[in-house]
């Protein structure tokens, strides 16, 4: 049972491996969320063990991340920066004599034992074990051996590795506060190694060490450590500790219902956040892939996710990825973002656009902030306000027009543009109401003039309405501008 009077401990417990996955940084989220709605500590943990995978810079990236996106950890290890808390060291190859000593603590109550195996030998029990159809598993050689044949290897100097004795008979059962009860048959739990022959643990062993030393109650990780956690509670009492609570998040589906993967599209948090996609908007998402409020609320800022977040409202079953829904957050956020802030959020993406007064920039803006899903959308979506569309001629022509009718529109436009004060060309609301009396003066339809103004213009069908386009290009390019396209448009037909 947990104790409920202890302070709430979490832990994100990363690989430095490079990127952070979209489910990583749920599984950091919820951490966090947990920790502060109960007035927690949250900590960070980076599980290095596996020095083949190491990236460089890989911590510093993670912070930078986290950071960008509001989680924060009140202890761990902080790459350059250093080390913060009274549990650490917090990178766990700073941590080898400690995961020796408890090694060495569970040989000695027969609850893991020395291999000697060579590499061939085992490779040799695997091959025998696949050709009978045989899960690959230790055969166990070195946990019958002899105490004089132990004390001989072990006096040879022989390379060896510690492995964890799973009882033979039996099963272990622990309680998930996501998935309830889970047994696991120890006739399908592996003797697997806890220390490796160069002084590292294994991950199996580290999480198990340091989730107690470092007084952690509360584990929350993905649910692909559903099954193996058995194996870590039977070393949570070989050593004789109380264990943390766990929590397995559901899995993160493509919406095939595949488990996520970048084969679909992007699945690393960096690259969403190069794309655009504001971070509020990001851990609104991600809060509800496996979150579910149990209300009609979809939209949450970190506040009131910390306020309302309980573990006893994560779903069983995988939570799927729906972009479009991203998409859909990411528009609602970007909407209430004044035009001064969302700019600047978007000249680093229009930055090859060529340069553009403050003004016009912030007039396209408020224009195209209603449609826009991503930032880096902004550079197709607001192209024409840069440079002259480009588009087939029959674009041109409404549906209940023709060439020839448009052809005189156009040349219609262009001398009424001609004789159109600047006051009024750059002005929307006195240029809308100067066009339309002037359609009326000539009694045209509106879509005979105002469709092909606005393929003139944009170059497509779909854009702020003619007017605000026209206006704008002409208080930005100016009136040569907006002369010059509707001349291309009239000498296309
Ligand atoms: N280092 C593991 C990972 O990155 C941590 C799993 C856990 O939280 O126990 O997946």
Redesign the pocket.
């Known amino acids: 049972m947990v104790d409920n009077s202890k302070t709430i401990r979490t832990r994100f ?3 430095p491996t490079g990127f952070v996955h979209v489910g ?1 940084f749920r ?1 950091a989220l919820f951490a966090f969320l947990f920790a502060r709605h109960n007035g927690g500590v949250n900590v960070l943990r980076v ?1 290095d063990t596996d020095q083949n995978r190491l990236v460089a810079g890989a911590v510093e990236n993670l912070l930078a991340v986290m950071e960008k996106l509001g989680v924060t950890f009140d202890e761990g290890y902080f790459g350059k920066n250093g080390e913060k808390g009274e549990y650490g060291p917090y990178l766990q190859s700073a941590r080898l004599d400690i995961y020796k000593q408890y090694a060495d603590e569970l040989i000695a109550n027969g609850a893991a034992y020395y291999c000697f195996c060579s590499e061939e030998r085992l490779e040799e029990v695997r091959k025998e074990q696949i050709a009978l159809k045989k899960p690959a598993m230790y055969d166990r050689h070195c946990r019958s051996l002899t105490d004089d044949e132990r004390a001989a290897q072990l006096e040879s100097g022989q390379p060896r590795v510690v492995r964890q004795a799973i009882p033979v008979h039996g099963s272990t059962t622990y309680q998930d506060l996501v998935y309830g009860t889970i047994t696991i048959d120890h006739s399908i739990l592996d003797d697997q190694i806890l220390l490796k022959s160069d002084g590292f643990p294994t ?1 199996h062993f580290a ?1 198990v060490v340091d989730d107690h030393l470092m007084e952690i109650t509360h ?1 929350i ?2 649910e692909e ?1 559903l099954s193996s956690t058995p194996k870590h509670v039977l070393l949570y009492d070989a050593l004789g500790w109380q264990m943390p609570a766990f929590a397995h998040m559901p899995l993160i589906l493509n919406p095939d219902k595949t488990k996520l993967s970048k084969r679909q599209g992007d699945v690393d948090v960096e690259s969403f956040l190069k794309q655009g996609y504001l971070p509020d908007a990001l851990v609104n998402f991600v809060a509800l892939l496996g979150w579910n409020p149990k209300t009609e609320q979809e939209i949450f800022s970190m506040e009131q996710l910390i306020a309302q977040f309980d573990l006893a409202k994560v779903n069983k079953s995988g939570a799927v990825f729906d972009l479009a829904k991203l998409d859909w957050l990411n528009n609602h956020y970007i909407k209430q973002l004044p035009d001064e802030k969302l700019a600047d959020l978007c000249k680093p993406y229009l930055a090859g656009m060529g340069p553009v007064s403050e003004e016009y920039l912030l007039a396209i803006i408020s224009l195209e902030k209603e449609r826009l899903k991503k930032l880096s959308d902004i550079v197709l979506q607001t192209e024409y306000f840069f440079k002259a569309p480009q588009y087939e001629p029959q674009l041109l022509v409404w549906r209940k027009s023709d060439a020839a009718k448009t052809k005189q529109v156009l040349a219609l436009l262009r001398d009424f543009v001609n004789v159109t004060p600047d006051e009024t060309l750059c002005s929307i609301s006195k240029f809308e109401e100067s066009l339309k009396a002037f359609i009326a003066e000539h009694e045209l339809d509106n879509g005979t003039v105002l469709w092909p103004l606005r393929v003139a213009m944009t170059g497509r069908e779909k854009s702020p309405t003619p007017f605000e386009v026209t206006a704008t290009i002409a208080q930005g390019l100016g009136r040569a501008e907006v002369l010059a396209r509707l001349e291309t448009a009239h000498s296309l037909l």
Do not use: D, I, L, W
């Open positions: 417990a990363p690989s990583n599984t599980e991950y999480v584990v990780r993905g450590y």
